[in-house]
């Protein structure tokens, strides 16, 4: 993928828009309905800030991937991003109930598009990219319990697969990210007496951040600045 969005149909992006803001005005109650059962409606996030989040990240998808097979299956992505990160965010909960049925379901859009784009590589690779990922996250939380969960754990096979998809490059640049994203997040919280060296930041988010950054400009970051040698 290139650094470059491509150029779409002023049509589409709108469209992308309204459908993530229809997505994203549901979110509050996934959220609420996946979190620890002592929170009620009454605490669930802003509905008006999840809508214009999920908008702005349908609109950036589809301003890169345009009007592709691929489409969906990253609108689904940015959904369930928004909805994890939310839910660790604030219970440092990466529920099984969202992660499972997200790996099986955004393996089934990416058959489609592999299927419509006639590129069966994409799926065998995105398939390794899941295995690759969910095994570097077991070994490092077999060493350090307390710095991964079993959640994150998890989460790197769905985030795995669809970075798969786009290539080894956006596979490496996402884990690369998380932990950029984390160490910053962690600096932040440590600078601001939020919390100490021992504090339980969720790392979901910075997984999270990680990889919808490297699936929307992974190969070209990989490609021009980190890998080069391997294109």
């Known amino acids: 993928m290139e650094l470059i969005a491509q150029t779409v149909p ?3 992006v709108v469209v992308a828009g309204l459908i993530g803001l229809l997505v994203g005005s549901l979110l509050p109650g996934i959220v609420v309905r996946h979190s620890p059962s002592g929170e009620d409606a009454r605490s669930a996030p802003s509905g008006l800030l999840l ?5 702005g990240l349908f609109v950036i998808v589809s301003m890169h991937f345009g009007l592709s097979w691929q489409l969906p299956a ?11 990160t939310v839910v660790d965010a604030r219970h440092r909960l990466l529920p099984n109930a969202v992660v499972v049925p997200a790996l099986g379901i955004g393996t089934v859009l990416l058959a489609l598009a592999a299927a419509g784009e006639a590129d069966w590589g994409a799926l065998v690779r ?16 077999l060493i350090s319990p307390a ?4 959640g994150d754990v998890k989460l790197a096979a769905v985030l795995g697969t669809f970075l798969g998809f786009q290539g080894w490059g956006t596979v490496f640049v996402g884990a690369v990210l998380a932990s950029v994203v984390g160490a910053v997040v962690g ?22 951040v990680g990889a919808m950054v490297a699936v929307l400009w992974g190969e070209g970051l990989a490609r021009n600045y980190l890998l080069p040698a391997f294109y």
Request: glycine content about 12%; hydrophobic content about 70%; overall charge positive.
């Open 74 to 84: 990253y609108f689904f992505f940015a959904a369930v991003a928004v909805v994890l």
């Open 187 to 208: 600096l932040v919280v440590l600078a601001s007496r939020r919390g100490g060296l021992r504090s339980d930041v969720p790392f979901g988010p910075s997984m999270l």
């Open 51 to 55: 809508a214009l989040v999920t908008a």
């Open 126 to 141: 995105a398939l390794f990219g899941g295995l690759v990922l969910f095994v570097v996250y077991l070994i490092l939380a």
């Open 147 to 150: 710095g991964l969960g079993m």
């Open 10 to 12: 002023a049509w589409l």
